[in-house]
């Protein structure tokens, strides 16, 4: 019910309007946001590195609504490869299709991200495609499928929810091509037509499919973390949920992947402890840090995760 109501609130442009006038509304945001300028996220990427974390940018910004915007943000990635390339930090890029023209006409959004990927291979780095909600899956991986196969590009990745009961179909196909894959729970409401509805499931479906990924990897002998923190190894892992690391971590011993083929991924905020401790153990962490004025609905989505975020966010509404 409350992730319904939230869900619902990160996609409503009224909620939007009224929300992101409130000034204590983007100090509450600042906890998961590195802040509005590429510049800041570089900074807050450079204090991470310093403690053996990697990390994946991301220009806030989805579902963009005209050709002249679609083609910006495409603009705006390639200037984050650039400054990845010339501040020498050890991070690789996020994209979401939407934010390239996705919703609006897919030769537009397939023209787009084959330039960002064009940049990505003059700069060395690798650009993970986010996954977003269920009617945009099958584009989505078609987009991928293309520029992996088609185009020949090698440094693009993809991201698979576990709360679909397509993924483990999805998943089988990514792994048996090696191809480089961020498993995650699920972001969105989806209806029980598509998703599990009970987190139980949820879980339990990451298990399995973290499984089929890791038994991939280790039947391609998949290359590790490159040395510059770029290239991220066949299996990356995304959640904060210690029993599926934990789970991971565990099988990935007893079948003997090595730990740099195995990466964890968290959100900028989220359980730093958990993300230090790894890192200090040597364990390969990426964090996604996000940055930009779009932060809505990333927030919001992050508020539905979490009821108790709701309180730090009315703290901050009786903060000076
Ligand atoms: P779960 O929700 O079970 O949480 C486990 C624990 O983590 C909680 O008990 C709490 O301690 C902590 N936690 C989780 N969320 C929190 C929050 N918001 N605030 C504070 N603590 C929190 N989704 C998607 O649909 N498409 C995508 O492309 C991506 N990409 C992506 C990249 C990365 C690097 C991460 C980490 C996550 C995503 N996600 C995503 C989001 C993902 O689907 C999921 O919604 C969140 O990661 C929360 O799920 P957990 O796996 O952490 O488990």
């Known amino acids: 019910m409350f992730r319904s109501l939230f869900i619902y609130l990160s996609k409503a442009a009224w909620a939007r309007k009224l929300v992101t006038h409130w000034k204590f509304a983007w100090r509450a945001a600042s906890r998961f946001v590195a802040g509005e300028t590429l510049d800041d996220a570089i900074r807050v990427i450079q204090r991470l590195n310093q403690k053996g974390i990697n990390a994946t940018l991301d220009h806030l910004g989805e579902h963009t609504t005209d050709l002249e915007s679609a083609r910006r943000a495409a603009q705006e990635i390639i200037q984050i490869l650039e400054a990845i390339m010339s501040s020498g930090v050890r991070a690789n890029v996020s994209i979401k299709l939407t934010q390239i023209g996705l919703s609006l006409d897919e030769g537009v959004c397939r023209d787009n991200l084959q330039i960002i990927l064009q940049k990505a291979v003059a700069t060395n780095n690798f ?73 139980t499931d949820v879980d339990a479906s990451y298990d399995r499919l973290a499984k089929i990924l890791m038994d991939g990897a280790l039947a391609a002998g998949c290359p590790a973390v490159s040395q510059d923190g770029r290239l991220p190894p066949i299996v990356a892992l995304a959640t904060h949920d210690e029993r599926r690391i934990n789970f991971a971590r565990d099988y990935a011993r007893r079948i003997g992947l090595s730990k740099g083929s195995l990466e964890f991924q968290m959100l900028y905020g989220i359980r730093r402890d958990l993300q230090e401790n790894l890192a200090k153990d040597s364990v390969p962490v990426r964090v996604y840090v996000p940055y930009g004025s779009e932060w809505y609905p990333y927030y919001v989505r992050r508020l539905a995760e979490r009821p108790a975020n709701l309180w730090f966010f009315i703290s901050n509404f009786f903060r000076k």
């Open 127 to 199: 650009v993970r495609i986010d996954m977003e909600d269920s009617s945009c899956v099958d584009v989505t991986l078609r987009l991928f499928h293309q520029m992996r196969h088609e185009e020949r590009f090698e440094n693009v990745g993809i991201v698979i929810q576990s709360y679909l009961y397509r993924s483990e179909e999805d998943i089988h196909q990514l792994s048996q091509e090696c191809s480089p894959v961020r498993l995650c729970k699920g972001a969105y409401k989806e209806p029980p037509q598509v998703a599990y509805p009970r987190k």
